[in-house]
């Protein structure tokens, strides 16, 4: 049986405040100890009330702790946190009990190397940004795949995604879907100044590094839309799947072709 949860709610509105009320009212009853607004390294799990950017927020801390990750949609989009308010109770319950099903989600690990400096690591669920300032000139990103040279991009950036991401600024640059279970990284260039410049899928096993080249103006680096930093000319960025996997606590009642089905507006049945 559950013990010790974090609850992690997006304060932002009323309602969230309201069902979050109700959330620990229910682990009360379970007789489930709650830790509030942070994740506790003594968690069993992580429950998450908001849309996909508040389970954004606590994924890299998640993964690291090895915690499962449970999220309840009151946001928008909800790809990450698919339990509706409808299935709450259901979910919480087979939370409690220990009947849950887990997905387990590939995570990027994102490093940033810079002449001279100790090497800094975040890790990404969706994607990794590497993008110009709204009013500078086009960037120039020579990358390389498992050691070998692949292309130059030029343009406004590059976004390297997992599976998981394909669904969210990847999808919104022309690059594809991909089935989360698959162990990928997507390449999709940003605006590219190149009418061949096209999204490309590699193995998961590859690392693909990407060095700044005649970077006057500000680049920065975004991590799953949550944090930015700022890179400079002859940095180099590498990205590949990190070890392990982060753990997403499954709908009991809808399946990923259900959630794309809802999320992206397509037919709702066969022959419609």
Request: proline share 4%; net charge neutral.
């Amino acid at each position: 049986m559950l013990k010790h949860i974090s609850l992690i709610i997006r304060h932002e509105t009323e309602v969230p405040n309201r069902i979050g009320k109700v959330v620990k009212k229910l682990f009360r009853g379970y007789g489930v100890s709650v830790t509030e607004g942070q994740v506790s390294p003594q968690a069993e799990a992580i429950v998450v009330l908001g849309g996909d950017g508040t389970l954004l927020h606590v994924a890299g801390k998640a993964y690291q702790l090895g915690i499962p990750l449970l999220g309840i949609n009151l946001g928008g989009l909800g790809f990450l946190t698919e339990i509706h308010i409808d299935e709450m109770e259901q979910a919480l319950d087979s939370l409690v009990s220990g009947t849950f099903e887990l997905d387990e989600r590939t995570i990027l690990s994102v490093t940033v190397k810079v002449s001279g400096s100790k090497d800094s690591t975040y890790y990404a669920l969706n994607e990794a940004v590497i993008s110009k300032g709204p009013l500078s000139t086009i960037i120039t990103l020579p990358t390389w795949a498992g050691g070998s040279f692949l292309t130059t991009y030029r343009g406004d950036g590059l976004i390297i995604s997992s599976a998981t991401g394909s669904t969210a600024y990847n999808l919104s640059a022309g690059g594809p879907i991909l089935h989360p279970c698959i162990e990928a990284l997507i390449l999709t260039p940003i605006c590219p100044f190149a009418l061949n410049a096209r999204p490309l899928i590699l193995p998961g096993r590859m690392k693909v590094a990407i060095q700044l080249r005649n970077a006057t103006e500000k680049i920065s680096l975004i991590i799953d839309g949550q944090a930015g930093y700022e890179l400079n000319e002859g940095d180099c960025v590498e990205v590949q799947k990190a070890q392990g996997h982060l753990k997403l606590i499954k709908s009991p009642i809808r399946n990923y072709f259900t959630i794309l089905r809802e999320k992206l507006g397509w037919a709702r049945g066969v022959g419609t």
